[in-house]
């Protein structure tokens, strides 16, 4: 066990990059201790606890107890580097998004201790922008032609309307929902399983940098993860927190997809499901989700765009502040505030490091953000200004 | 206007045919001036009418009063004659099936004014037993090969469970229902829109013959009535109301299928709809009812049979009685029995052509339910005995 950590674990950024390879996805315990200590701390607690040295901390203990948290987290402590994953991501065109930051997806805080401590992002959209209005359109791997048609459909409906649409970049109606929403040019979000130094599958790569190029691509894990079974299923409740709705368009009886709908039900997001011959096993999941009313059936675009946005409804309140905070920032300038530590300070070239852009644009962008207040400088280190929010 | 009716119009039978000839179904002033007077009185009243003595009714008079009631039967009065009408139904086999008799579904009192003056009936099994258990499976005539694929999955496996598959006789999957219940040889009913001295549309007129020979098919108006398209609509409560559950296989976004779940649901019976291809009309009038939550998805015979009897329940209630007076009869001796009028006597002679059956059947059969106290004889008269109800 190393004594102390080989790089600054009091910034905010780069402690939530570490508790990120620390834990697996989803880890209450986890976000509970960063959420009572600060990241940075939590990460000198654990320390302490890998050398024998419980701490008390001043919350409820988790499930199983703190020394179990502990021995689970510990022996990711060796080699633990976050600044070379952030150059690694820096290295795609990436960065990274901290909770409450301009760029964090604020449906993601309605998951409260399932919230991911951090998200690795490649895109060339801003990915709270991106979800103030989206839809998400999942299903199964193994799709048909018939499921793939409505899918495309169904995206493409989608794009007209402005709303974006989330996938997980699988094969099937993943891919069918990605590809349609390129193809006109509408607004794509993709979440991943696995890190982002490559994309999963492979077959899809060339497919998912498109997403990146136009949209955005997610991960609540840092490059090097490799997507693993219970990762995907994580990473469902990823993609119901980051949609306004979700649609199941084909899925068996037992289906990822279904998980993904259970997840949206549970934070009280609308849940569609797209009928089909009753002879297809690729439709019976969404047949049952109708049965049990756990979905409405929707049968074309228009109807999915009413489950995002009902019918005299005005516009959901959730993103009205993150928006706000944003609308005025291109995103260049938000992945800059994005890179800034939520306290203390950067030098200019951390500041390029994180934001993963070059020397010119960063420049640029603290300019604009110094002369509107969002960050101050003292000497050659840059810091956020308090922004009142709401 | 005739002065009197040349038939005995005090005779039940006679009275409730000739009703059925004055109005068209679904008549509820008809319907209230029957159970207050009785049929045969109602017409004396309405041969007063006639005349322009209106004799005041001791009920609440209907929408519109009793005069505008009475101007829209009186024009039917002219050749009224029912016996003929009864001759022509005891010549193709049928008989005539009034409220109350062994015969008579219960399931069609829900219908309360709503409910028919009589049945005219065509079959070798009893309509009572018949609907005990049963389902209505219906749809667009317009239908694809997937819906008859459907429907006759869904038809063989209630025959495979003695669940009477009841339907209207029309092309598509009306025809498909009837055609595969019959091929396994599974208890059948349709339900005539028009009188029964012909079966419509004429192409169903094979088909509807072998529902006639292994089960029943059932009309509410007398022989000679033309199926027309209001009569088609008000036909569909008593397919809602002859079956436990009705589930839609195909119905385009309007069909007439629908209004036969709207009447379902008023009778607070189970709907199910089936779905479909999103890409094909002939399932919008499904997935209209999925979405709008009229009715529950049904994917396979093992669903529907779970609508007509819920999982954990015992046995419906409502046929109960009803069963248990006919349990200890056969067809032959029930239509016997139904084919003696409710009050009053009836010769040999009348009851043989009531019935519709041969002279040394109707002799066995009324020794068998002289035996068994049912009816009772002077000299050559016949007379029900009374039964406790209940």
Redesign the interface.
């Known amino acids: 066990m190393p004594d102390r950590l080989p790089f600054d674990h009091l910034d905010e950024r780069l402690a939530r990059a570490a508790w990120s390879r620390l834990t697996e996805p989803d880890d209450r315990a986890a976000n509970r201790l960063v959420a009572t200590l600060g990241a940075g701390p939590a990460l000198d607690w654990l320390l302490e606890a890998a050398r024998g040295l419980f701490r008390a901390v001043p919350t409820e203990p988790p499930r199983g107890g703190w020394r179990t948290a502990a021995a689970r987290w510990t022996p990711r402590l060796t080699d633990l580097d976050p600044r070379r994953e952030l150059e690694v991501i820096a290295r795609r065109g990436g960065y990274l998004i901290l909770p409450g930051s301009p760029a964090w997806p604020v449906g993601l805080d309605q998951l409260g201790e399932s919230a991911p401590l951090c998200l690795w992002a490649i895109g060339a959209r801003n990915p709270a922008t991106l979800t103030a209005s989206s839809v998400a359109l999942v299903g199964s791997r193994a799709s048909t032609a ?1 499921g793939e ?2 899918t495309t459909d169904l995206a493409t409906g989608m794009a007209e309307r402005s709303i974006t649409v989330v996938s997980g970049g699988a094969y099937g109606i993943d891919a069918a929902a990605h590809r349609a929403t390129l193809g006109v040019y509408g607004p794509a979000l993709a979440v991943m399983a696995g890190g982002l130094d490559r994309y999963y599958p492979n077959g899809n790569s060339q497919l998912l940098a498109q997403v990146a190029a136009t949209g955005a691509v997610l991960a609540e894990v840092p490059p090097g993860t490799a997507p693993m079974r219970t990762r995907f299923l994580s990473r469902n409740r990823l993609i119901a927190a980051l949609a306004r709705a979700t649609v199941v368009v084909e899925a068996a009886w037992r289906s990822g997809a279904l998980s993904t709908a259970a997840r949206a039900a549970e934070l009280h997001r609308p849940v569609g499901a ?6 297809s096993a690729a ?2 999941g ?2 049952r989700l ?2 049990e ?1 756990r979905a ?5 675009a228009a ?1 999915v765009a009413e489950l995002v946005q009902p019918v005299g409804t005005a516009l959901p309140e959730e993103p009205t502040v993150a928006a706000g905070l944003l609308d005025d920032l291109d995103l260049e300038q938000a992945r800059v505030l994005d890179a800034l530590p939520a306290r203390g300070e950067a030098v200019f070239g951390a500041v390029v490091r994180s934001a993963g852009l070059d020397e010119a644009s960063v420049r640029a962008a603290l300019g604009f953000l110094e002369l509107a207040g969002r960050v101050t400088r003292e000497g050659s280190a840059w810091r956020r200004a308090r922004v009142p929010r709401g």
Chains 1, 2 share one sequence.
């Open positions: 018939y048609r409505v797209v009928p089909g011959p009753v002879t439709s019976a969404c047949h109708l049965r009313s409405t059936c929707v049968t074309d109807e």
